[in-house]
């Protein structure tokens, strides 16, 4: 399964591809109102970092002004995709960019039948959203459960990114299923690195190492000792 990291810090980006298990970048609205400043500079500085696909997401409703929006986008780098909300203007936009070349990830999908219509209309990438739904007392990941296979019965294009992940175990669970990618804030990231007996293991393993190198050198030491004792009464 693919890792993309939802965010828009650069400095979690750098990271993160630095430790070679960056597939791809997710941005929104609202990641990229956390950080602020030009979004057309802020994506040209993921999509430099990001070995594969880096969503941009248009804030238009109408299909017009999501076209004209997703153009800019997709002139910004070729690793661009267009990030569009499913919705009746939303499925012709993706439409009529799958007939222009320009890749597509449908978001705040909710449903199978969602994500099958997106699938339909052209979108390479199919975003449900599994944590917003289990805010709500639902079970998110059962969309991810049925929209995998139906994109595998029918040998669809599209890949399955699971979104809205809130915790390591979305993760676990999104693999275990074959959803194709799933896309995570950062600090889920390092949740999936770290488990108290591993960070507690290397602690253990270096004090018995530096206890291990300390009584080597004393024994070394208590020979060289003696010698020196037994010259000086000689
Ligand atoms: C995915 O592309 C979205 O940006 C994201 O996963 C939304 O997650 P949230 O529900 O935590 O805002």
Sequence with gaps: MKIFLDTAEIDEIRIAARWGILDGVTTNPTLYAKVGGSYEDILKQICDLTPGPVSAEVVAEDVEGMLREGREFAKLAPNIVVKVPMSEEGLEAISRFAEEGIKTNCTLIFTANQGLLAAK??????????????????????????????????????????????????????????????????????????????????????????????????????????????????
């Design 121 to 234: 209309a052209g979108a390479s990438l199919l975003s449900p959203f599994v944590g917003r739904l289990d805010d709500i007392n639902e079970e998110g990941m059962d969309v991810v459960r049925e929209l995998v296979p139906i994109i595998d019965t029918y040998d669809i294009d599209s890949e399955v990114l699971v979104a809205s992940v809130r915790h390591p175990r979305h993760v676990t669970e999104a693999a275990l299923i074959g959803a194709h990618i799933a896309t995570l804030p950062f600090k889920v990231l390092q949740q999936m690195v770290h488990h108290p007996l591993t960070d507690k293991g290397i602690v253990t393993f270096r004090a018995d190492w530096e206890k291990a190198r300390k009584d080597a050198a004393s024994k070394n030491a208590e020979p060289a000792a003696a010698g020196a004792a037994a010259g000086r009464q000689n």
